[in-house]
């Protein structure tokens, strides 16, 4: 039985992975259509995106919004984390309810909601405007990954260091944080990866300054499709394999750090 189910995880996760996979050769073709295999193999595509100034803007651009939502999004999310697990208060589970709610609702219709909430305040067509939007979706992700790693904290730990002296806050410095640092930087990369692919929020709230690299691709593929485009998602893939590498490498060494 186990081994049938390892099968068949293998092949979802196989059918999930393969279409992903087939744009990495696709990025490598020589002609200047999609066609695989590739009847041949080149980097110049890889050498358009970058003679390409729109693209580079608009990466350099989403590098920054993701870069600013991710800390936005982890300070506060940790903070709202912290709040739930250790406090008591009416209206608890609804605040809850509320922090995760931009993970339920559908995304255009938070979208339309930000749109008519910055348009008055002037922050559509600003990278204050796209940072804040982004937070909100990036918000639940790191109080859901953030909540979960402070449950598994024993309480004792913080008592004990506030009967040794400690302020409740020193101790949360000092004893908690430590403990979910691990959770803090998954909640912080997931996040930034977020940021960086979000497409629909930013179509309302970005404008002809402000377009991030999902925006641009978005309407280069309205009016032409060339592999370029497999070049970009090629980075992103990269990118996002390597960020999430680095985080299994941390938390594996935060591991063994406990461990001694």
């Keep these: 039985m186990k081994v049938w189910l390892k099968i068949i995880v293998g092949l979802i996760l196989f059918a999930l992975i393969a279409p992903i996979l087939v744009v990495i050769p696709l990025s490598f073709?020589?002609?200047?259509?999609?066609?695989?295999?590739p009847p041949g193999y080149s980097l110049k595509w890889y050498v358009s995106f970058l003679d390409n100034r729109e693209w580079v803007e608009g990466l350099l651009r989403s590098l920054e919004v993701a870069f600013?939502?991710?800390?936005?999004?982890?300070?506060?999310?940790?903070?709202?984390?912290?709040?739930?697990?250790?406090?008591?208060?009416?209206?608890?589970?609804?605040?809850?309810?509320?922090?995760?709610?931009?993970?339920?609702?559908?995304?255009?219709?938070?979208?339309?909601?930000?749109?008519?909430?910055?348009?008055?305040?002037?922050?559509?067509?600003?990278?204050?405007g796209l940072v804040l939007g982004h937070t909100l979706l990036a918000i639940p992700i790191v109080f859901v990954t953030v909540t979960a790693s402070l449950k598994g904290v024993d309480r004792n730990l913080e008592l004990a260091a506030m009967?040794?002296?400690?302020?409740?806050?020193?101790?949360f410095f000092k004893v908690t944080l430590p403990l979910i640092r691990p959770a803090i930087l998954s909640g912080a990369l997931f996040a930034f990866i977020t940021s960086l692919d979000e497409v629909v929020v930013s179509i309302f709230l970005s404008g002809?300054?402000?377009?991030?690299?999902?925006?641009v691709m978005w309407e280069y593929m309205r009016t032409q499709v060339n592999p370029t485009i497999a070049a970009v998602s090629t980075i992103l893939i990269a990118g996002t394999v390597i960020i999430f590498g680095l985080q299994g490498w941390f938390s594996a060494r935060s591991a063994r750090v406990k461990k001694m």
């Design 163 to 171: 009967g040794l002296g400690s302020t409740p806050v020193g101790a």
């Design 29 to 37: 073709t020589s002609v200047s259509f999609f066609q695989f295999p």
């Design 68 to 128: 600013f939502t991710g800390i936005l999004a982890t300070v506060l999310g940790t903070m709202t984390a912290v709040a739930v697990t250790k406090l008591s208060f009416w209206g608890k589970k609804a605040f809850m309810a509320l922090m995760v709610a931009p993970m339920i609702i559908p995304v255009i219709i938070v979208g339309i909601a930000l749109y008519h909430s910055f348009a008055p305040l002037k922050l559509t067509n600003s990278l204050t």
């Design 208 to 215: 002809a300054k402000t377009k991030t690299l999902p925006i």
